[in-house]
């Protein structure tokens, strides 16, 4: 089944303890992106990716890291994790360039992350 | 900065009602506008996009009416049933550059029985 795979689904973490959200895809897509969801907010994006190591800044990367060392996987860390990072985190993949038909972006099922 | 806005933030209708979901954009450069559809504890799915060479797509219950001049395009559910209530987003990108993923703010549409 094509699918983002995203792990944990659920963390709660202390601040300042460094953390790891697993993103993986299994349809071969180069592009690859992550965003953080807050009430009221929409979807914000954090970072994505173009392709194996080519990543670039969204409109919120402040706090957040990211790599992308093989084509499937893209990891987003938060090194010292402070509460204003309490969000729904997604990851999403799509294939780069876009071709005509109904397609866009596959999202992953999220990851609840709350920082006390 | 590319903004999508989108309105209303929520929506509430009658079991077969139609919900009407508006959004606006400002860069002209935008070819390519979708919708996601997002239950609870889910991540966003694709329901239904368009391009701007056509001005409506149907499939199924959902229409996507599209307003080039006006910079808008909006999502219409015929027959509205208490299973379309969820989180629904627009967005918008120019597929020829980036493939960045502008997105509205949502819309929580409640459809009650």
């Known amino acids: 089944e094509a699918q983002v795979t995203q792990n944990p689904r659920y963390l709660i973490t202390v601040t300042g303890k460094k953390l790891t959200v697993t993103c993986s895809q299994n349809m071969n897509h180069e592009y690859m992106s992550w965003y953080r969801q807050d009430p009221g907010l929409g979807l914000r994006q954090i970072y994505y990716s173009m392709n194996v190591e080519v990543t670039d800044k969204g409109d919120v990367p402040e706090g957040y890291k990211v790599s992308r060392k093989e084509k499937r996987n893209f990891p987003l860390i938060l090194e010292s994790p402070s509460p204003n990072q309490t969000s729904l985190y997604f990851c999403?993949?799509?294939?780069?360039?876009?071709?005509?038909?109904?397609?866009?972006?596959?999202f992953g099922s999220g990851t609840r992350l709350t920082v006390v | 900065q590319q903004q999508v806005k989108q309105s209303p933030q929520s929506l509430i209708v009658q079991k077969g009602g139609i919900p009407i979901i508006n959004c606006a954009y400002e860069?002209?450069?935008?070819?390519?506008f979708p919708w996601y559809q997002q239950f609870p504890g889910k991540g966003p799915a694709l329901l239904i996009a368009?391009?701007?060479?056509?001005s409506e797509k149907k499939e199924g219950r959902f229409t996507i009416s599209f307003n080039k001049s006006a910079k808008q395009f909006s999502l219409h559910i015929m027959d509205s049933q208490p299973g379309d209530s969820a989180t629904y987003f627009c967005a918008a990108n120019n597929q020829g550059g980036s493939e960045k993923l502008v997105f509205g703010k949502g819309t929580k549409l409640t459809v009650n029985p």
């Open positions: 999403a993949s799509s294939l780069f360039p876009s071709r005509d038909g109904n397609y866009g972006y596959t």
């Open positions: 368009i391009r701007p060479d056509v």
């Open positions: 860069n002209t450069a935008f070819d390519y």
